[in-house]
């Protein structure tokens, strides 16, 4: 079956555009993660779902931030008024249930580049 | 923040010799995985171990917890070229297991020359 699906692979924009990234996860996982990954740096965990509530958005970096999901299908990763610091591999997994236990299933990440 | 630490940063070694990683973490952990990272894009899971468990094998892949000192080892044996890849550990940061959030190290980086 399909793994774990992301767009756009690669995004450059400006600095103060808003950008959309998109992940489709494996079809019958109820659980969603978005990470965040700088050059040569571990995961920094952003946001999790389980279904469509987010119970911990704790990760989120900034107000600029936001992320829902459809569905308990599609999540959407908004970035307002992006900055240069904002520049990283976005990754997102997918888990049958939000449970610690379980294998995550990533994404091949959408790579931002902000100018 | 970061959890885990993962000891050394990077690492080469020659096809056919072992490779040790090592994994430190600072809180108490329900259970402890290991994932792979090829080009610096998508993971992909190669073990869990839980907090009650000391050892675990799969294939090549030797993992090792050690709870009371909080680290654990990924021990690949007889590497090969495509092994070279960076190398997680992920620990749950003892939430009970129902949040499912996973916090991850900065890895290893191995290479391995044929």
């Known amino acids: 079956g399909a793994g774990v699906s992301q767009s756009p692979s690669n995004k450059v924009t400006e600095k103060g555009k808003d950008v959309e990234l998109r992940c489709d996860p494996i079809s019958g996982h109820t659980a969603l993660y978005w990470y965040r990954q700088s050059l040569g740096q571990g995961l920094e965990f952003l946001i999790y779902f389980q279904g469509n509530s987010a119970p911990d958005k704790s990760g989120l970096p900034s107000d600029r931030f936001s992320a829902e999901r459809t569905g308990g299908s599609v999540s959407t990763l908004t970035i307002q008024r992006t900055q240069q610091e904002d520049s990283a591999v976005y990754l997102c997994?997918?888990?049958?249930?939000?449970?610690?236990?379980?294998?995550?299933?990533f994404g091949p990440g959408t790579r931002l580049t902000v100018l | 923040s970061q959890q885990g630490e993962e000891d050394p940063q990077a690492l080469s070694i020659q096809e056919g010799e072992n490779a040790t990683m090592n994994c430190s973490y600072k809180?108490?952990?329900?259970?402890l995985q290991w994932y792979r990272q090829n080009s610096g894009r998508g993971l992909v899971h190669l073990i869990l171990?839980?907090?009650?468990?000391r050892e675990k094998h799969s294939g090549r892949l030797r993992v090792t917890l050690d709870t009371s000192k909080k680290s654990s080892s990924l021990l690949i044996t007889a590497s090969r070229a495509a092994d070279t890849a960076s190398y997680f550990c992920a620990t749950d940061g003892n939430y009970g297991g129902s949040q499912g959030n996973l916090i991850f190290g900065k890895g290893t980086k191995l290479s391995v020359k044929p």
């Open positions: 809180t108490s952990i329900n259970n």
């Open positions: 171990i839980r907090s009650n468990e």
């Open positions: 997994a997918s888990s049958l249930v939000a449970v610690t236990y379980n294998e995550q299933f």
